[in-house]
């Protein structure tokens, strides 16, 4: 199965009621799971979710130097296109911050 990585960075001061978006194409239908990496210094000073019309894939995620995994997934996306959308906040006054997404296709 294909996964694609991406990378989805909040600018800092970007508030929880008014949050940074940005969406992706998916090149195939089939989503089979969602990997994040929450790279060491975001101190849990921002969070994101991810979604897709009609889902919410993954919601709250945040932490430091650690993972987050979906699980199986196997979610037809409506399309085409196919597309997932990202959506997040920072509170640090001082770093943009940047999550790895890792989205793999049946």
């Known amino acids: 199965m294909p996964f694609k ?9 970007t508030a929880q009621q008014s949050p940074y978006r940005q969406t992706v194409n998916i090149a195939r239908p089939v989503l089979a799971s969602i990997n994040v990496e929450i790279p ?11 979604t897709t019309p009609g889902y ?14 979906s699980g199986p997934l196997n979610i037809e996306l409506f399309g085409p296109p196919y597309n997932v959308t990202f959506e ?11 999550f790895i997404v890792e989205i793999q296709t049946s």
């Open 88 to 98: 997040g906040y920072n509170t640090d006054d001082f770093l943009s911050h940047t």
């Open 5 to 13: 990585s991406y990378e989805f960075t909040i600018p800092k001061k």
């Open 40 to 50: 060491e210094g975001h101190k849990g000073l921002a969070a994101m979710n991810i």
């Open 56 to 69: 919410v894939l993954m919601d709250g995620i945040r932490g430091d130097k650690t993972s987050k995994q």
